[in-house]
């Protein structure tokens, strides 16, 4: 059993890194008090254990707990006696996880993966299946399952350049671990070939489509319908001024965008637009409001409400798990990691609110949606150039579109569309599940809602 991966080395790095590690999450623990908790979880010290059978959900951040959601609540459905657990790596995945996901039954910080911390949260926790989401490819928590009979399943799997090139480094050692996932469920045909060219044991792989392509439930739609309310509230947005919103910027692409926002309004058709900026990180908000402040904006910020922020030009979206919301007021969005080499963010819930998308050329995290989007002509993906060039092409696309709104909407109307017709990915998983897991795990099949 994983004879040609290197586990000595792996591990041998894990521990050199140990005093690191540690040192971070101490030095975080002093600072906050609920980092002595998210400590204990991740040393599983002390993890909430509910009685089984259990299911444990593994996300990374925000975007996979969103994105396990339907598939959580089909299972759920389909077992209703099933327990459900699900571990998040990031805080801010931990926290919406506990937000929208408040059902489940346990929610902690995911174990580091040193080997005596696995197989403590394994027996711990005794799930009867774990569900990995996308490419979260731990390779002493596959082991402890292994050891201890947990069917692990990859859901909503995919794998970048870059995630494929670091892992086709392992060679055979990969094709190892791979094979102790009990299935893959890969979000396209280019994820699927890339996994078994890994050595993915082939019939284990199989082609479900992307879950983030769900609709939201009843509960997410109500909550989102409450936070725009409120930044409507706030904002004054919805009240003739046309809105931009750019989603998930990092590091280098909030000046080019504050740059091209001030040509548009040196316009005196676009004089009243308006640009509401939602940094991909939250650490980075407060270095976001300084840096538009010292591009000359005076920044309305949203953790910090003011009867002046109706009248602001800049906007700036220093909370957690609103964005999706906020993109119901854009008269375009503009969706960041994708001007600077960053590989791109999510499009799809601007995509489901159908408003018109600009992005920029770094997409490859995104490459099947984003050829699904372009192929339905439903995007306006930025060419490669040079900074002026990029900058000089973003200003125009954003002035077209917010002078044309014929043809703003009709970008918006293709990009829902689009949406609209690729939201089966969380009953093909489930499918997927019954074929092929369930009926091996007697204590699943027993609460089996047949």
Not at 38 to 47: D, F, H
Request: charge should be positive; hydrophobic fraction near 45%.
């Amino acid at each position: 059993m994983f004879s040609r991966f290197p586990f000595w080395l792996y591990n041998a790095a894990l521990t050199g890194g140990a005093p690191l590690w540690l040192s971070y999450y101490g030095a975080r623990a002093l600072r906050r008090r609920a980092s002595w908790s998210s400590l204990r979880e991740r040393l599983a010290l002390r993890l909430p254990c509910p009685p089984p059978p259990v299911i444990w959900l593994h996300c990374v951040s925000v975007g996979e707990a969103l994105a396990g959601q339907p598939l959580a609540q089909a299972l759920r459905e389909r077992l209703p006696g099933a327990r459900f657990a699900i571990s998040t790596t990031t805080d801010t995945g931990q926290a919406r996880a506990r937000e929208q996901l408040a059902w489940m039954d346990a929610h902690f910080h995911f174990p580091l993966d040193f080997p005596w911390v696995a197989r403590r949260a394994v027996a711990s926790l005794k799930p009867s299946l774990a569900i990995i989401l996308e490419t979260e490819i731990w390779p002493n928590f596959i082991r402890a399952c292994a050891r201890q009979g947990v069917p692990v399943v990859l859901a909503n799997g995919r794998l970048s350049d870059r995630s494929f090139a670091r892992y086709r480094r392992l060679g055979r050692g990969m094709g190892d671990l791979l094979s102790h996932f009990a299935l893959c469920l890969m979000q396209s045909d280019a994820d699927a070939e890339r996994i078994r060219h890994l050595g993915a044991p082939a019939e284990r792989v199989l082609v479900t489509g992307n879950l983030k392509y769900a609709p939201p439930d009843a509960a997410e739609r109500a909550r989102r319908d409450r936070i725009a309310t409120d930044l409507q509230r706030q904002f004054g947005l919805g009240d003739g001024r046309p809105c931009i919103v750019a989603g998930s910027t990092v590091g280098g692409e909030e000046r080019i965008i504050a740059e091209a926002f001030a040509r548009l309004r040196a316009k005196p058709e676009l004089r009243a637009c308006r640009l509401l900026l939602a940094p991909r990180h939250p650490e980075r908000f407060a270095e976001v409001g300084r840096e538009l402040q010292r591009l000359g904006w005076t920044v309305a910020r949203r953790s910090q409400p003011r009867p002046e922020d109706r009248q602001a030009a800049v906007l700036l979206l220093d909370t957690i798990g609103e964005l999706a919301a906020a993109y119901r007021w854009a008269a375009v969005a503009l969706v960041g990691g994708s001007l600077a080499p960053r590989g791109g963010h999510n499009i799809l819930e601007p995509a489901a609110e159908g408003r018109p998308i600009v992005t920029g050329h770094h997409t490859e995290n995104f490459r099947a949606i984003l050829a699904r989007f372009r192929a339905a002509d439903a995007v306006w993906q930025l060419a490669p150039g040079a900074p002026a060039e990029l900058l000089s092409a973003l200003a125009t696309a954003l002035e077209r579109l917010l002078t044309d709104p014929a043809r703003a909407a009709a970008l918006g109307a293709r990009a829902r569309a689009t949406w609209s017709a690729e939201t089966g990915a969380a009953a093909a998983a489930v499918a997927a599940l019954e074929a092929r897991i369930l009926p091996g795990i007697p204590a699943l099949r027993a609460i089996r809602g047949d």
